[in-house]
């Protein structure tokens, strides 16, 4: 099957008419007839009906139609993902990421980008992230990698991962204890982490406000040395954790039920050259971590 076959029948049906869709398409009107009969030929089904000089689309038609744009949309962003393998692009990008996407998402599409594009130059800030959203916002950062979906209306966002949060405590803590009257170790107020912990706490019926707060910074890795030491308790991410609690340096308190997604974000009306880079070497490195 012909990808022109597909595109001809979506731009009669977007046009409703043959003559405009031929007109579009820079084809003669026979010729886009001719097309739509051969992908009906092919599907073996008629795909368009006519009714008092209206075009309307048979069941199998709607069903085409819908796929149709589906395949077209994955072949340009094919053909731009391929012009871009085939170009020496070069240039700079600034990535912002907080604290679990920087850490946990961001080696594996660094290691992509430096792979395919090796004349790009990368700037990484690290930041929480309500500050990372302001600086892609304001255009001070191109993309962003985030633990809370943005709200702005002009900024562009997907899906990259997800974790869950727990709260852990150093290994000698007593078993049974009551964990909401301990001291804590806790993330900056505008972190990812901190919102949700916020959130789970509620959860299961805890003010986050009724807390006793130790110390609060927005480093983990220095959250994970004191809480090992029995300098408080921590609300962490799952990902951040895991190793300690195997090797035993850490002890599982709680398991919230908080489950946080992490997000890729940038402005919708970003013109920069590396854009659509930057967005397959993204989606490839997700794609390697399922």
Same mark, same amino acid.
């Given at each position: 099957?012909?990808?022109?076959?597909?595109?001809?029948?979506?731009?009669?049906?977007?046009?409703?008419?043959?003559?405009?869709?031929?007109?579009?398409?820079?084809?003669?009107?026979?010729?886009?007839?001719?097309?739509?009969?051969?992908?009906?030929?092919?599907?073996?089904?008629?795909?368009?009906?006519?009714?008092?000089?209206?075009?309307?689309?048979?069941?199998?038609?709607?069903?085409?139609?819908?796929?149709?744009?589906?395949?077209?949309?994955?072949?340009?962003? #094919?053909?731009?993902?391929? @012009?871009? &393998?085939?170009?020496?692009?070069? %240039? $700079? /990008?600034? *990535? !912002?990421?907080?604290?679990?996407?920087?850490?946990?998402?961001?080696?594996?599409?660094?290691?992509?980008?430096?792979?395919?594009?090796?004349?790009?130059?990368?700037?990484?800030? #690290?930041?929480?992230?309500? @500050?990372? &959203?302001?600086?892609?916002?304001? %255009? $001070? /950062?191109? *993309? !962003?990698?985030?633990?809370?979906?943005?709200?702005?209306?002009?900024?562009?966002?997907?899906?990259?991962?997800?974790?869950?949060?727990?709260?852990?405590?150093?290994?000698?803590?007593?078993?049974?204890?009551?964990?909401?009257?301990?001291?804590?170790?806790?993330?900056?107020?505008?972190? !990812?982490?901190?919102?949700?912990?916020?959130?789970?706490?509620?959860?299961?019926?805890?003010?986050?406000?009724?807390?006793?707060?130790?110390?609060?910074?927005?480093?983990?890795?220095?959250?994970?040395?004191?809480?090992?030491?029995?300098?408080?308790?921590?609300?962490?991410?799952?990902?951040?954790?895991?190793?300690?609690?195997?090797?035993?340096?850490?002890?599982?308190?709680?398991?919230?039920?908080?489950?946080?997604?992490?997000?890729?974000?940038?402005?919708?009306?970003?013109?920069?050259?590396?854009?659509?880079?930057?967005?397959?070497?993204?989606?490839?490195?997700?794609?390697?971590?399922?």
């Amino acid at each position: 099957m012909d990808i022109k076959y597909l595109d001809a029948f979506v731009n009669v049906v977007d046009l409703k008419s043959f003559t405009l869709a031929a007109t579009r398409l820079g084809i003669s009107q026979p010729g886009i007839s001719k097309q739509v009969q051969r992908l009906e030929a092919e599907l073996g089904t008629r795909l368009i009906a006519r009714s008092d000089g209206e075009l309307l689309l048979t069941e199998a038609g709607q069903l085409t139609y819908q796929t149709a744009r589906m395949l077209l949309a994955q072949w340009e962003s #094919l053909q731009g993902q391929c @012009a871009l &393998l085939s170009q020496d692009v070069s %240039g $700079r /990008v600034i *990535i !912002g990421a907080s604290t679990i996407p920087g850490k946990h998402y961001l080696p594996a599409i660094l290691k992509r980008l430096q792979v395919l594009y090796p004349h790009v130059h990368v700037e990484v800030q #690290l930041d929480d992230s309500e @500050a990372v &959203l302001t600086a892609v916002h304001a %255009g $001070r /950062v191109d *993309i !962003g990698l985030v633990g809370a979906q943005p709200e702005s209306p002009d900024l562009l966002y997907w899906r990259i991962g997800s974790d869950q949060l727990v709260i852990v405590g150093s290994p000698d803590l007593e078993e049974g204890v009551d964990w909401r009257r301990l001291p804590f170790v806790l993330r900056e107020p505008g972190s !990812g982490t901190r919102r949700a912990a916020e959130t789970g706490l509620r959860e299961v019926g805890v003010l986050p406000e009724s807390l006793s707060c130790f110390l609060q910074t927005n480093d983990t890795d220095l959250i994970l040395t004191l809480v090992k030491t029995g300098l408080g308790l921590a609300i962490l991410s799952n990902q951040d954790t895991s190793l300690p609690l195997e090797s035993g340096d850490l002890k599982l308190v709680e398991v919230l039920p908080a489950h946080r997604d992490f997000y890729a974000v940038q402005r919708r009306d970003s013109a920069h050259p590396l854009r659509e880079a930057m967005v397959d070497c993204i989606n490839a490195a997700l794609m390697t971590r399922e």
